[in-house]
């Protein structure tokens, strides 16, 4: 009896197996329209982006936005509020990406600035050998790095329809092509260059390292 009720066990783990987790087969497909398909793709991209920042800054963003540009509808002080936002955001970019971590022998993680001589260790709580802190020299790629958060932000915000709103309430049609094919062309870009030059700082805000 035992052997048939583990055999019927299993045999509904592998069917549960072969049903994808994120698909209900009791809910019809959703017919969308061209505009439907491109707002999902925005969100996608806007989603495949954000993983390329600082996790806080973006969320920082996200939840100011709405509250700045008055939900798109901004004035001169919504507008100079918003101006701002993006502003110390795109700054946090680019000054987190020369930010890196490390751990010490016990495995505390430390979070430090990279210089040209090495690591300077924010916290104050541990002091890296020489020799050490020397790895964590800034390079050339740093730079590179923290210029392509920069833009990767600039597409995240003219992602959002209420920064866009906020700093063009009437487009015209040039510069409504302009807003769409923009981030796109960026994120398309800088999402390669990322690939093609991986950078091996896990600095604040970004994943840690397990080593």
Request: net charge negative; hydrophobic share 45%; charged share 15%.
């Given at each position: 009896?035992?052997?048939?009720?583990?055999?019927?066990?299993?045999?509904?783990?592998?069917?549960?197996?072969?049903?994808?987790?994120?698909?209900?087969?009791?809910?019809?497909?959703?017919?969308?329209?061209?505009?439907?398909?491109?707002?999902?793709?925005?969100?996608?991209?806007?989603?495949?982006?954000?993983?390329?920042?600082?996790?806080?800054?973006?969320?920082?963003?996200?939840l100011l936005s709405p509250i700045?540009?008055?939900?798109?509808?901004?004035?001169?002080?919504?507008?100079?509020?918003?101006?701002?936002?993006?502003?110390?955001?795109?700054?946090?970019?680019?000054?987190?990406?020369?930010?890196?971590?490390?751990?010490?022998?016990?495995?505390?993680?430390?979070?430090?600035?990279?210089?040209?001589?090495?690591?300077?260790?924010?916290?104050?709580?541990?002091?890296?050998?020489?020799?050490?802190?020397?790895?964590?020299?800034?390079?050339?790629?740093?730079?590179?790095?923290?210029?392509?958060?920069?833009?990767?932000?600039?597409?995240?915000?003219?992602?959002?329809?209420?920064?866009?709103?906020?700093?063009?309430?009437?487009?015209?049609?040039?510069?409504?092509?302009?807003l769409t094919a923009l981030p796109?062309?960026i994120g398309v870009f800088c999402?390669?260059?990322?690939?093609?030059?991986?950078?091996?700082?896990?600095?604040?805000?970004?994943?840690?390292?397990?080593?």
């Open positions: 009896m035992d052997v048939n009720l583990e055999i019927e066990d299993n045999s509904m783990n592998n069917e549960e197996q072969k049903v994808p987790l994120l698909r209900n087969a009791e809910v019809p497909e959703a017919e969308r329209s061209l505009v439907q398909k491109a707002i999902s793709s925005t969100f996608q991209s806007t989603a495949h982006l954000a993983n390329l920042l600082p996790t806080g800054t973006v969320l920082a963003f996200q700045f540009t008055n939900l798109g509808s901004c004035d001169s002080v919504s507008k100079s509020m918003t101006s701002a936002l993006v502003t110390l955001c795109g700054a946090s970019c680019f000054l987190l990406s020369f930010t890196d971590s490390f751990r010490d022998s016990k495995g505390n993680i430390s979070y430090g600035l990279a210089t040209f001589k090495g690591l300077w260790v924010i916290d104050g709580s541990t002091n890296l050998p020489p020799q050490v802190a020397a790895k964590y020299r800034i390079q050339f790629i740093d730079f590179m790095h923290a210029v392509m958060s920069i833009l990767v932000f600039a597409a995240i915000a003219l992602f959002d329809q209420n920064v866009v709103n906020c700093f063009f309430p009437e487009p015209s049609k040039e510069i409504q092509e302009v796109v062309g999402s390669m260059l990322f690939v093609a030059f991986p950078t091996e700082r896990h600095g604040i805000g970004f994943p840690l390292s397990t080593s």
